[in-house]
């Protein structure tokens, strides 16, 4: 079996746009939605999964001029395991996530050979 990480993205501006039209109570009931669809969807593939997965935060860059915060589309990680890539793609075509306007994920093997 393979390993691949699952790099959950929402673009910054749809986030923007959403948090600037969307009013707090409509926010809410969207969240618990999605919430409740993904704990279902994860549930239903939760053979696939290697421990559990992490939202992201709140990002700093480095670099060598030094670090400073920035914004990203990254918003959640998990690790899963599959024969292959389209098979995690898959797995993936019904993930709620996608409900998000303009979301999208990215699968990434985990090399064997290291760096």
């Not at 926010?27 to 939202?55: C, I, N, R």
């Not at 990680?77 to 996608?98: G, L, R």
Request: proline share 6%; glycine share 6%.
């Amino acid at each position: 079996m393979k390993k691949f990480v699952i790099i959950y993205r929402v673009p910054v501006e749809t986030m923007e746009e959403w948090k600037k039209n969307t009013p707090p109570e409509k926010m809410k009931e969207q969240g618990e939605k999605l919430g409740a669809d993904m704990m279902a969807w994860t549930e239903k593939h939760k053979a696939s999964f290697v421990g559990e997965g992490l939202p992201l935060g709140k990002n700093t860059r480095v670099d060598a001029t030094g670090a400073k915060p920035v914004t990203n589309d990254m918003n959640y990680m998990c690790i899963v395991q599959a024969e292959s890539a389209e098979e995690v793609t898959e797995m993936f075509k019904e993930n709620p996530h996608f409900a998000i306007p303009t979301s999208f994920i990215d699968i990434m093997e985990v090399s064997k050979g290291g760096m």
